[in-house]
């Protein structure tokens, strides 16, 4: 017999009751009855009973032990009686009855239980992360992470593209978000830089003939921590392909995702749904009209609508005033909110507030007839108007954001997430994706009073150079898009401009001149004049496509061993002061000093 386990804790099952087995694992939890003890003892697969009575050879080891510690059983299975089998258990329906207990690990007071789902802080759950993967919901978040994974790569290889691992150690970037440094010990005050992503790496690839690249990425920003953003480092599917256009990178990478989603739809038994292939396009303007933001969670059925020249020379004077300024005004539809009370209007219109903003408007109905400020000024006519261009019924209130357009489009997008999570209209059981399309190349900067990049520079301007030397910049469009999933943004990306003569010029709308790009980006210029296909690709993030299907709120939730939000590592120690030592070897002098030896 196997020194520690013949069979896993979740492999037994009736058909071996009468065997000797042996089972090895960690005491999940165990029940005293006084004459009988019970364990249920748990490992990576599952859960197995174990019992033994007063007069059972096992007993005084069993008896004595703490919940954790680590523990090998052998003896006999037997089958439960009925009354006790438990139908939520593959193993429900036996117990090993205990002939011996080998003690491999005593466990002493636990900083937090594991057979529990009690939420509990989030320094504690770091400081002890080896303990929070123990618990059951968290192991399987990491499996299913794995499984996901692995499923993405078979599917990626499974549409042709092949798998190469870019550098870790690479330069900085003049782009993006701020950098992790790495010093260099044989080139002193030189540093290298963690990858921000391999995207000059997979473009360089197709300057190099590979035709169709993918990468499980891990990638590095110093940026600060959100729920969907993990400070320090993620990692993203990231993939790139020659002589495509924009359809033809949609075709790719849609039915590897739709094929995953809908693989690990029903994980636990939750019974999802995926959006149909192919996913929806739908303009940037367009998005940022309809849905305030351009990342929609397209589970909401509320749309909102441009009420601007309804209100133009109305009877409520502070919207006329504003739109004769300039401002617009963006109607959320409020369904069935006919017997909800003021206080609920009035709490959006707080919330908006505590959000920054102004206020929200807002307008209530109910069989027909508006109330509240805006409609008395407005008059039931214009209302009406205003209702049949939403295409309201008769029981349906509205609010308003008024502002800037950026300003309102904001809180209009914030106030339809609101309403429909408030009213129960955002459906659970749907994963909606769509591509994000036709981004503007370029926008003004109010505060340098310039036109910059609005999203990224390397992207092919639709229209290509007749684009960048006859139209007005803030016209222009990009090849760049997006991929959304229930509000989410899985990634970035585009159709690259690897054309060095569109890339000036591209540049040079944006303030910058030829040398300033042969300076910062001098690696991929030099290769584009040597020959580049046309190329694109994209990074879904696999951290957020994670979350999403584990239904979980936060990225930490599916990441083995997160940083905290001040991107600190609890349980390590991380980060820590260099000691003088090693400072010395890489020829670096600190401001800070650390703890004194001794």
Not at 183 to 207: D, I, N, T
Not at 307 to 333: K, L, Y
């Amino acid at each position: 017999m196997h020194a520690y386990r013949t069979h896993n804790c979740a492999a037994l099952r009736p058909e071996q009751v009468g065997e000797q087995v042996r089972v090895s694992g960690w005491v999940h939890k165990k029940r005293d009855h006084g004459d009988l003890v019970f364990i249920d003892l748990r490992d990576h697969y599952g859960i197995t009973q174990i019992v033994t009575d007063v007069s059972g050879p096992a007993f005084t080891v069993i008896e004595s032990l703490k919940s954790e510690s680590v523990v090998t059983i052998t003896g006999t299975v037997t089958a439960r009686s009925t009354e006790a089998v438990n139908p939520n258990l593959p193993t429900g329906g036996i117990e090993v009855r205990a002939t011996e207990a080998v003690v491999q690990s005593h466990a002493g007071e636990l900083p937090m239980p594991v057979a529990s789902d009690n939420e509990y802080p989030e320094d504690i759950r770091l400081r002890y992360r080896f303990l929070d993967l123990r618990r059951e919901r968290l192991h399987a978040n990491i499996m299913l992470r794995s499984q996901v994974i692995t499923s993405l790569r078979n599917r990626m290889n499974g549409q042709g593209f092949t798998e190469f691992q870019t550098p870790i150690l690479t330069a900085s970037s003049p782009e993006g978000a701020r950098d992790y440094l790495v010093p260099s010990r044989v080139h002193p005050g030189k540093f290298y830089a963690l990858p921000q992503a391999p995207q000059m790496f997979k473009q360089l690839l197709m300057v190099a003939g590979f035709d169709r690249y993918f990468q499980i990425a891990p990638c590095f920003r110093d940026e600060d921590a959100r729920a969907d953003r993990s400070p320090g480092e993620f990692y993203q599917l990231d993939f790139e392909m020659s002589f495509v256009t924009q359809e033809d990178v949609f075709a790719a990478i849609e039915p590897v995702l739709h094929g995953v989603f809908e693989e690990f739809a029903d994980w636990q038994g939750r019974g999802r749904t995926v959006s149909a292939l192919p996913f929806q396009r739908i303009p940037y303007r367009e998005s940022m009209l309809k849905y305030g933001n351009d990342k929609p969670d397209l589970r909401n059925p509320i749309l909102i609508t441009d009420v601007s020249e309804q209100f133009r020379g109305s009877g409520f004077g502070r919207f006329a005033s504003m739109v004769e300024g300039g401002d617009v005004v963006r109607a959320v539809p409020a369904p069935n909110t006919a017997e909800k009370s003021r206080k609920f209007f009035d709490e959006m219109n707080s919330w908006a507030q505590g959000e920054g903003f102004p206020g929200l408007g807002y307008a209530t109905q109910k069989d027909g007839v508006f109330g509240g400020p805006i409609a008395n000024n407005h008059g039931q006519e214009g209302m009406q108007a205003i209702a049949a261009a939403l295409g309201i019924g008769p029981n349906d209130g509205i609010f308003f954001a008024a502002g800037k357009e950026a300003q309102a489009a904001k809180l209009a997008g914030l106030a339809r997430t609101r309403v429909g999570q408030q009213l129960g209209l955002i459906d659970e059981s749907r994963f909606e994706f769509c591509w994000i399309v036709d981004f503007p190349m370029f926008e003004y900067d109010e505060d340098a009073k310039k036109v910059d990049f609005s999203h990224n520079p390397f992207s092919m301007p639709q229209g290509e150079m007749e684009a960048l030397e006859t139209k007005d910049p803030l016209d222009i469009l990009a090849y760049q898009y997006d991929i959304v999933c229930n509000g989410v943004e899985l990634s970035s990306g585009a159709i690259r401009n690897h054309r060095p003569e569109i890339m000036y010029k591209a540049f040079e709308i944006a303030g910058y001149t030829q040398a300033d790009v042969d300076t910062n980006f001098a690696g991929m210029i030099n290769a584009f004049k040597c020959g580049a296909p046309p190329h694109g690709g994209s990074a879904p993030g696999i951290d957020r496509m994670v979350m999403l299907l584990a239904g979980e709120p936060n990225l930490r939730e599916v990441v083995l061993f997160p940083m905290n939000q001040r991107a600190e590592d609890l349980m390590m120690g991380a980060p820590n002061y260099a000691t003088a030592k090693q400072l010395k070897e890489l020829n670096i002098k600190v401001t800070v000093d650390g703890p004194k030896p001794g």
